[in-house]
């Protein structure tokens, strides 16, 4: 069965800290891992990665999937209370062209 | 940023009632997906299509029926609204050339009483 798992569920941290989210998958026929911000609505997009070992980033975040160990993480670094949000992973199957999402990250980010 | 509509955005409404949730997108975009999401938890995928008069159930067993009779249209119904309806539900496009994201809607919030 397919399936994303993040990890941890939830995380509360002070600003200007780091954080590291964690997303492992078990699928057949991978295509691409993607990371999105989800506040009050909709999810925006953040990240989208589909080769080992290249760091994608984008300012205070950055992202780098393992496709041998079936990982990836999402670091943000100097976090700051506009991080606070749930971070969901995604990740997109060839046949079909579907996604499974992890139950995502909840981020607290104190001032 | 992308241009993708959902409408109502709040539904209050009884048992029983026949309800639909509008989804519209102008980017012309082939892949349009339905997902349903309870607070707190993971994206279910119920509802996908590849294109006009293409659609497919996802992996969560849901009682509502979708239709695409139009690129940019792509409403999900249900027949008979009960509480255990009662979630979050998320349109979202893509291409469906190549590899790129999905762009999501607003979301419909939805209560059955």
């Known amino acids: 069965e397919d399936k994303v798992v993040q990890s941890p569920l939830s995380l509360v941290v002070h600003e200007g800290d780091t954080v590291t989210l964690n997303c492992s998958y078990e699928?057949?026929?991978?295509?691409?891992l993607l990371w999105y911000k989800q506040e009050k609505k909709a999810p925006t997009f953040l990240f989208m990665l589909?080769?080992?070992?290249i760091e994608k980033k984008s300012g205070r975040l950055s992202s780098i999937l393992d496709k041998k160990e079936l990982f990836s993480i999402l670091n943000i670094t100097a976090t700051q209370t506009g991080d606070s949000a749930i971070y969901l992973c995604?990740?997109?199957?060839?046949?079909?062209?579907?996604?499974?999402f992890g139950s995502g990250t909840k981020l607290n980010v104190k001032p | 940023e992308a241009d993708i509509y959902q409408t109502p955005r709040y539904l209050v409404i009884g048992t029983g009632k026949k309800i639909t949730l509008e989804c519209s997108q102008t980017?012309?975009?082939?892949?349009m997906y339905w997902y349903q999401q309870d607070p707190g938890m993971e994206l279910h995928l119920i509802h996908y299509?590849?294109?006009?008069?293409?659609?497919e159930k996802g992996d969560l067993s849901s009682e509502s029926t979708v239709s695409r009779i139009r690129t940019e249209h792509f409403p999900l119904t249900l027949e008979s609204a009960r509480p255990s309806h009662t979630s979050q539900y998320l349109c979202?496009?893509?291409?469906?050339?190549?590899?790129?994201?999905?762009?999501f809607g607003p979301g419909t919030r939805l209560t059955v009483t």
């Open positions: 979202a496009s893509r291409t469906g050339t190549g590899i790129d994201e999905q762009y």
């Open positions: 699928v057949t026929n991978f295509r691409s």
């Open positions: 589909t080769s080992s070992g």
């Open positions: 995604a990740v997109e199957l060839y046949n079909f062209n579907k996604f499974y």
């Open positions: 980017m012309g975009h082939d892949k």
């Open positions: 299509s590849y294109g006009v008069n293409s659609t």
